[in-house]
């Protein structure tokens, strides 16, 4: 499956913003979903998941709240809002597919990634 994210951009602390990740190639509804962020000199963080019908999502402490994860399977996207966003927020964006139906955070576990949208909040 192939993964292209948009929606990237800047803003001021407490915007908001929505990404998309459009995909081809296979069937979507086959696959877990995931986002995951990767600020300058630091680790790919696990953001959020949504599974295969949308219907379980999960997220990381320091988004829950704010974000929202969601998927239309019709329209073969995957979507983040991002609410009331921080500085601390910046980072590059990228969406993920994962053949494991079982929830998980670990990176390793998505098989198919997107080349990424810059995401910068400035305070």
């Known amino acids: 499956v192939q993964l292209v994210e948009s929606g990237g951009g800047s803003v001021q602390a407490g915007g908001s913003l929505r990404l998309s990740c459009a995909a081809s190639?296979?069937?979507?509804?086959?696959?877990?979903m995931g986002w995951f962020r990767q600020a300058p000199g630091k680790e790919r963080e696990f953001v959020a998941t949504i599974t295969r019908s949308g219907a379980g999502r999960s997220y990381t402490d320091s988004v829950k709240g704010r974000f929202t994860i969601s998927r239309d399977n019709a329209k073969n996207t995957l979507y983040l809002q991002m609410n009331s966003l921080k500085p601390e927020d910046t980072a590059v964006y990228s969406c993920a597919a994962s053949d494991n139906l079982a929830y998980t955070s670990d990176g390793s576990k998505y098989a198919y990634w997107g080349q990424g949208t810059q995401v910068t909040v400035s305070s």
């Open positions: 190639g296979r069937t979507f509804s086959d696959y877990r």
